[in-house]
């Protein structure tokens, strides 16, 4: 279900969100707030890189909140993914560039499907058969200024907007996610039993990659000021 506020729509999943009357407002005055605290203490600042895929700034834990964590993910090519979860539930504010989020079930039939559960090292471990065909739901549009809420128990996959630019592969979101005291398990769903490993090993920012990440974070928090007028 969606609901409009203004040009606003918030995509959801879940009637009870988990941070405490999330909207468009709270989650780009926080957005500002933890930018700011970013820049201010730059030097101290944890900024991870999945070479030539993304970057990654985490932010630390809300203040009133320690369940809380906030992160910034800046993809510079956000290429169409596999069919997957996640471990944390999070709700994800666009700040620049646009996807299509497409949210799959398992039909349960005589078909088979494979889950890949992933290891913390981005290899999987051997297929596990499950009785079902994936279908596609339904599909959402994440673009500036739009909310979308992420559960653990969702599948998607994630496809950029269509063109040749490089420039508008590139994606930009601020991240509120919910730890828990148990982790999820991530995993992968396929027809094929068979899926390649991913190359996304994480690792910290070079001083090049740190100043490209902090440009843009400058850029963006002199956008971000126009919209909490």
Not at 86 to 110: A, K, M, N, P, Q
Not at 150 to 156: A, I, K, Q, Y
Not at 190 to 195: G, K, N, R, V
Request: proline letters at 2%; a negative charge; one cysteine or more.
């Amino acid at each position: 279900m969606n609901t409009k506020q203004g040009d606003l729509i918030i995509g959801h999943l879940e009637v009870n969100r988990f941070l405490y009357g999330l909207d468009f407002m709270n989650m780009n005055e926080e957005c500002l707030k933890q930018i700011s605290k970013v820049l201010a203490n730059w030097s101290d600042a944890d900024v991870r890189t999945v070479p030539n895929v993304m970057y990654q700034v985490r932010c630390g834990n809300d203040e009133n909140d320690p369940g809380i964590e906030y992160q910034i993910n800046w993809f510079m090519n956000c290429a169409e993914t596999f069919i997957h979860n996640h471990r944390h539930s999070f709700d994800s504010l666009c700040l620049e560039g646009e996807y299509t989020e497409s949210i799959w079930e398992v039909v349960h039939d005589d078909s088979i499907i494979y889950e890949f559960l992933r290891r913390s090292d981005n290899t999987f471990d051997e297929p596990k058969k499950i009785s079902g065909r994936l279908c596609h739901v339904r599909s959402r549009h994440h673009f500036p200024n739009n909310i979308l809420h992420v559960d653990t128990g969702l599948f998607h996959s994630i496809t950029a907007k269509e063109g040749d630019d490089t420039n508008d592969k590139r994606v930009l979101t601020f991240l509120a996610k919910r730890k828990y005291s148990f982790v999820q398990k991530m995993c992968v769903l396929s027809s094929s039993p068979t899926i390649d490993s991913l190359d996304d090993d994480m690792r910290m920012a070079t001083e090049v990659e740190r100043k490209e990440v902090y440009d843009k974070l400058i850029e963006t928090i002199m956008i971000r000021y126009h919209y909490s007028q």
